[in-house]
């Protein structure tokens, strides 16, 4: 094959990727027959995260991930089996920012193994919560996941309730990429993830305008509550009239310009409960119009937004 590695490692993803859409197109075809189509969308699953694999080693930094990957020890696979929206929601969320869902799953091993850090009690809404299930297809650390494995039964006495590798998994990744999940225990803060730029940026406009966070996110609700436009949702994180399918599978609207040039960032907002109440009730008033799952930090970050703007080097991105 001609070319540079670059072009060729574009080429292996989209190869990849076209496996993904026909698997999905066939699991689409036998629809009726659950546990063959199943197979197919664990297959499209597989190929589509490979492709994203390749991708983030295209991405900047991304020679550092693959590094990381030749230092450690032989890799073991995960099956995380999660709602189907919410994964959309994720691998949405995770493509805005070149995210290697492994790295961050290897991070939740080793925040157990090393640190106090554990997933939160699941609640009955959530250990209920309907609706199709995927799969997210990870690989750890071999020595490391064994490790943790032997920590967990204890680890479930101390704390009382049952903690699964697929909890610790999924729990870490929603709060690295802030996605607050359907059901789960609510917070009492407002965890948003964003480029780095546009964190800095909004923190700026709200202390020039001598304003506060809490203050835009209440005049932008009540706008809303009155039947007020506001600017769409995020394209990488909600949008899903902006991204058409390809065999099942999100095209981005602006493929050229992907935002995983920036470093994510968190913006933890203390608000007053009675705003975060209105802030995950319209989370579900939107995430019934457009169809897909939509996070409180997605309505807060369409807020800021409009409402402040945003830096030139995020904006051209959009």
């Known amino acids: 094959m001609a070319g540079s590695i670059?072009?060729?490692?574009t080429t292996?993803?989209?190869?990849?990727?076209?496996l993904g859409d026909a698997e999905a197109a066939e699991a689409e075809r036998l629809h009726q027959d659950e546990e063959a189509a199943s197979a197919h969308r664990d297959r499209a699953d597989e190929a589509y995260d490979a492709a994203a694999a390749v991708e983030s080693i295209l991405a900047p930094r991304g020679y550092l991930l693959l590094r990381r990957q030749e230092q450690t020890a032989p890799a073991s696979p995960l099956t995380v089996t999660l709602n189907e929206d919410l994964k959309r929601t994720?691998?949405?969320?995770g493509e805005e920012f070149g995210v290697v869902f492994s790295g961050l799953a290897e991070e939740a091993y080793r925040l157990v193994r090393d640190s106090e850090w554990l997933p939160p009690k699941p609640t009955k809404a959530a250990r209920g919560t309907g609706g199709k299930k995927a799969v997210l297809n990870v690989r750890v650390?071999?020595?490391l996941r064994q490790e943790v494995q032997e920590l967990l039964p204890a680890l479930a006495e101390r704390v009382g309730y049952r903690i699964t590798e697929g909890s610790i998994v999924l729990a870490h990744i929603c709060e690295e990429l802030g996605i607050e999940r359907p059901g789960a225990e609510e917070a009492e803060w407002l965890r948003m993830v964003m480029p780095a730029p546009l964190v800095d940026y909004l923190r700026e406009r709200v202390e020039a305008e001598r304003l506060t966070f809490q203050k835009v996110l209440e005049d932008g609700l009540r706008d809303m509550a009155d039947g007020a436009d506001v600017v769409p949702l995020n394209q990488w994180?909600?949008?899903v009239e902006s991204r058409p399918r390809d065999g099942g599978r999100w095209v981005p609207v602006v493929p050229e310009a992907p935002l995983s040039g920036f470093e994510r960032a968190k913006l933890d907002l203390k608000l007053h409960p009675d705003l975060l109440d209105r802030i995950r009730h319209r989370a579900g008033i939107e995430s019934s119009r457009h169809g897909v799952l939509?996070?409180?930090g997605a309505i807060a970050r369409a807020i800021l937004t409009s409402r402040l703007g945003e830096p030139e080097e995020v904006a051209q991105d959009f």
Do not use: E, M, Q, Y
């Open 6 to 9: 670059r072009d060729r490692l």
């Open 12 to 18: 292996a993803a989209a190869h990849l990727k076209n």
């Open 90 to 93: 994720l691998l949405a969320a």
């Open 141 to 143: 650390d071999a020595v």
């Open 237 to 239: 994180i909600t949008d």
């Open 294 to 296: 939509v996070h409180p």
